[in-house]
């Protein structure tokens, strides 16, 4: 009996040590800007509603190794924070994957672009195209953007910085699965677990994750407008180019996704981040102006409410793409003031910043829409500093 007894213990001792080693999650972080430089005494939380939140930090390899009560599903959040590069928030699963952190830009009109992905397919490559620049591995150095990490043996990340975004100029970045050039309908690229991470000034502002479900080996992700909005295409095709240079983008059969749309929680959301922005708690507002944003993405007033608080809160690089996200949502008959408004804010933050040229030329699209004195004033005044 105590034999049996004994046996039974040891098998459940092995069932619970089997069950905790499987709810173990490795992460890995690197930096997205230095090619295999590994991250040390990051910060990673794993999240789930209603769960207690579990917290490690990363060693001098980068590995940090979690145990949370939760499943590794996209039910799920992974945070990473580290002073001196902008916080990551992605869903899982997470386990196994490696995750790159950018450095804070100090441009204004900067953008870093970083693509991660799962172990297959081994290779998948960053494409940006603007005015007549193409920017990938083989060409890593274009004007004002470079790719700065390229990887070819699984994970990633493959880092692409646009340096100083210029006004008139689209650009438009897409991923290629590189393993399967040659198969053109196959669900790779869909399995890769790949995620596109958007970042200006010290936040990340947009994540995008490969449909899951449609065949294809080029993955056309966002496109930056003349104006500066940053617009989701999300189109997935099967390109039969062989040669990577030759490849070009595809913006066409874009793929609609669904959104829940809750727009009486985000007009709660958007009231209660004006309180705190009444308050003076720029960093609170910026919370809940984002929630509003989460659950209702169209949401022309809490962009430009953002953008106001963006830039009370020094995050100017924050505030211009929230006011430009503002000017592309605006409809109505309040839109050309909407329009003028954003654009003026704009131009603020260009004069504050002593970039003028700039400023002058936001101060005239203000104007374009909206005849007031105040933007001739503010025009008047760009010429004579310039001058």
Not at 94 to 104: D, K, M, V
Not at 254 to 267: E, H, N
């Amino acid at each position: 009996m105590k034999k049996i007894i004994t046996a039974f213990a040891l098998l459940s001792l092995f069932t619970i040590s089997q069950s905790l080693l499987n709810a173990q999650r490795k992460i890995q972080v690197l930096s997205a800007v230095v090619k295999d430089k590994k991250i040390e005494g990051a910060e990673v939380l794993l999240q789930k509603n209603g769960e207690q939140t579990v917290v490690g930090h990363t060693d001098a390899n980068g590995n940090v190794t979690l145990s949370p009560a939760f499943s590794d599903n996209s039910d799920a959040m992974v945070i990473i924070k580290k002073d001196g590069y902008s916080t990551l928030v992605a869903k899982c699963p997470c386990e196994g994957l490696t995750y790159a952190i950018s450095p804070t830009m100090k441009n204004l009109d900067g953008m870093r672009v970083v693509l991660s992905w799962g172990k297959n397919p081994s290779d998948l490559d960053s494409h940006l195209w603007y005015s007549n620049q193409h920017v990938f591995w083989r060409e890593k150095v274009g004007q004002k953007a470079n790719l700065d990490v390229d990887d070819m043996d699984s994970y990633g990340p493959e880092t692409i910085t646009i340096e100083e975004k210029k006004f008139g100029t689209e650009y438009i970045y897409a991923v290629h699965d590189y393993t399967n050039k040659e198969n053109m309908s196959n669900y790779a690229l869909a399995r890769s677990s790949a995620k596109v991470f958007v970042y200006i000034g010290n936040s990340l502002v947009k994540t995008y994750y490969v449909p899951s479900d449609i065949k294809g080996n080029l993955w056309t992700v966002f496109r930056v407008t003349k104006e500066g909005e940053i617009e989701d295409v999300n189109s997935m095709v099967s390109s039969n180019i062989t040669d990577p240079g030759d490849i070009r983008y595809n913006t066409s059969n874009s793929m609609l996704i669904t959104t829940v749309v809750d727009k009486q929680s985000a007009l709660r959301l958007n009231r209660l981040g004006t309180e705190e922005y009444n308050k003076q708690n720029y960093h609170k507002a910026i919370e809940y102006y984002l929630a509003a944003i989460d659950v209702y993405p169209d949401f022309g007033q809490a962009y430009g409410n953002l953008g106001l608080s963006y830039k009370k809160n020094n995050q100017y690089a924050e505030a211009l793409w929230a006011n430009r996200k503002a000017i592309a949502l605006a409809n109505g008959n309040t839109a050309p003031v909407t329009r003028a408004g954003a654009y003026y804010n704009i131009g603020r933050i260009y004069e504050e910043r002593g970039e003028y040229a700039k400023a002058k030329e936001q101060y005239k699209l203000a104007k374009s829409k909206v005849d007031r004195s105040a933007y001739d004033e503010a025009i008047k005044r760009m010429e004579n500093l310039i001058d």
